[in-house]
């Protein structure tokens, strides 16, 4: 008679012996009934059997018509709900921006510009995150408006410029 071996049963198969078993990235197919037999000396275990639920990751998705918006507007950026989860919204800077299931950024400037990513948790698994580009375009300054004096019964023609400012992103 041998040592006391583990022998372990479960939806893809037989696995080796040992204490335990280790299944690495487990996908779909690991959902199922596992049975654990021990053999020591020849006598052998009732078996014990337990179910294992493998939570498919769902995903999160940015519900949003908009993605581009004029400086100084509000704008409000809204995950699909999932049941029982929990969100984190990060912006451009990486900070958390909110932990609800939406988020708004009010007095929008070119510098609040780039990504917003939603992630989370639900069942205690991790979500799927998604993320959108906002683009957030400065107002058009007026420069100067050339308007010269018109004599009675003349045409009159008006000029206006604007004022260009650039902004390098990276």
Known sequence: LGPVQYQWAGPDGFYPSGTFITETATTLDHDGLYTLVINDHGCLSPASQWNVDITPQQTLTIDTAESAFC????FTLTAEGIPGATYAWTGPSGQVLSTQLGMQINNSQAD???????????????????????????????????????????????????????????
Do not use: K, M, R
């Open 71 to 74: 400086a100084n507007e509000n």
């Open 112 to 170: 609040d510009s780039g990504w917003y990513t939603v992630s989370g948790e639900a069942e205690g698994c991790p979500l799927q995150p998604d993320s959108l580009w906002i683009e957030v375009t400065p107002n058009p300054q007026i420069s100067g408006v050339d308007a010269p004096a018109v004599c009675l019964g003349n045409e009159a023609n008006f000029y206006g410029s604007e004022e260009h400012t650039s902004e390098l992103q990276s």
